[in-house]
């Protein structure tokens, strides 16, 4: 089946530091999500990207669609504290055969302040 | 301004008892979702509902039951609860094809021992 691989699995930074992450796949998708799950809570949406070389901010952070429609980077900007929690990429082909949100294992983000 | 609500949020069951996972979304969603979230293993599905009265098998669906009560509400059912379903437990709706993302409820952490 289709899958999302998402990497690094964990981060440990310093507070100020930038941060980058991807997710990669063998399948071609025409949307990719950003989520963030902080301790205790559901995972929360943070961007939404839908065209093949969209990039796209939210504050501190940035995404970007991949060319190729199969990969998907979240960069984050000066790191701070609450920035800690675990950031899931998902992708969906919207408008095809039934299909659900996939999701990446995620990657853990913790802030040293 | 609930959003996707799930009771209970915490529960303790012997193994082979039953239960009933709660949830409910107020935001007029037709597809619903239950998912489980374990270490590592970021977040599999378990069953969806892309629109009321339907329900089809995800990833993991061994060990549970479905049941989309109406638009508004779709629960989750360990008939005989093993410890390997010790795990967190996610609602999530979106809109018809989960264009916009799904949105998702806090959690139920269940714990079979």
């Known amino acids: 089946g289709q899958q999302l691989n998402q990497s690094p699995q964990s981060m440990f930074i310093q507070e100020g530091e930038d941060v980058s992450m991807n997710c990669t796949s063998s399948?071609?998708?025409?949307?990719w999500l950003w989520y963030k799950q902080d301790p205790g809570e559901g995972p929360v949406l943070l961007i939404a990207?839908?065209?093949?070389?969209e990039l796209t901010s939210n504050g501190r952070l940035t995404a970007q669609f991949g060319i190729t429609r199969k990969d998907s980077f979240l960069n984050i900007s000066a790191s701070i504290p609450s920035d800690v929690g675990i950031y899931f990429c998902?992708?969906?082909?919207?408008?095809?055969?039934?299909?659900?949100?996939?999701f990446g294992k995620g990657t853990k983000l913790s802030v040293k302040p | 301004n609930a959003g996707v609500t799930q009771t209970p949020k915490f529960q303790v069951l012997k193994t082979g008892q039953s239960m009933t996972l709660q949830c409910a979304q107020d935001?007029?969603?037709?597809?619903m979702y239950w998912y489980r979230q374990d270490p590592g293993m970021g977040l599999r599905l378990i069953y969806y509902?892309?629109?009321?009265?339907?329900?089809d098998k995800g990833e993991v669906p061994n060990g549970y039951n479905v049941s989309r009560l109406n638009k508004r509400e779709f629960s989750l059912r360990l008939e005989s609860a093993a410890p390997s379903q010790t795990s967190v437990y996610f609602c999530?709706?979106?809109?018809?094809?989960?264009?916009?993302?799904?949105?998702f409820g806090s959690g139920t952490r269940l714990t079979v021992v």
């Open positions: 999530a709706s979106s809109g018809t094809g989960g264009l916009y993302g799904y949105t």
């Open positions: 399948s071609i998708f025409n949307t």
């Open positions: 990207l839908y065209k093949a070389g």
């Open positions: 998902a992708a969906l082909n919207y408008g095809g055969s039934q299909g659900n949100l996939i």
């Open positions: 935001m007029n969603h037709n597809s």
């Open positions: 509902s892309a629109s009321e009265g339907t329900t």
